[in-house]
């Protein structure tokens, strides 16, 4: 990936965590997942980006597509996909999650956001599929 790619990727994940925080400042945390989700989906509207919520994520075994299905929470601009989350904290299973999500979906960069923490940045995991 060369240095404008990288930039640009920088660019909208600040621009994605940036509407989370304002959500997180105006909301604040102990409100349920679906809530910040569809406040997350407004935002980033209003920013001018294209938001796809819950876009379902084949599941394939030895070349069989199964009758299941992975959602993914937001896939912002066809480029970054968004966990969101409203736990009390983070687990290593979130993590694991996004990063499968992000190979299963041959995507770059994944953003995991919990919104239950006392302030926003604590919550927040970039996770990147292979390297920049």
Do not use: W
């Not at 597509?65 to 996909?81: A, G, Q, S, T, Y």
């Amino acid at each position: 990936m060369d240095i404008l790619q990288r930039d640009y990727y920088n660019a909208l994940s600040n621009k994605i965590i940036g509407a989370a925080i304002d959500i997180h400042r105006e909301l604040g945390p102990g409100l349920l997942e679906t809530v910040y989700e569809a406040c997350l989906i407004a935002e980033l509207h209003d920013r001018g980006l294209q938001v796809d919520s819950q876009v379902e994520l084949p599941v394939y075994y030895k070349g069989h597509k199964l009758h299941k299905d992975f959602r993914i929470d937001l896939l912002v601009e066809d480029k970054i996909i968004v966990e969101l989350k409203a736990v009390e904290e983070l687990k290593d299973v979130h993590e694991v999650q996004l990063v499968t999500y992000l190979k299963l979906a041959n995507k770059k960069l994944g953003l995991l956001i919990n919104f239950n923490v006392p302030v926003l940045m604590q919550g927040v995991k970039r996770r990147i599929n292979g390297y920049f």
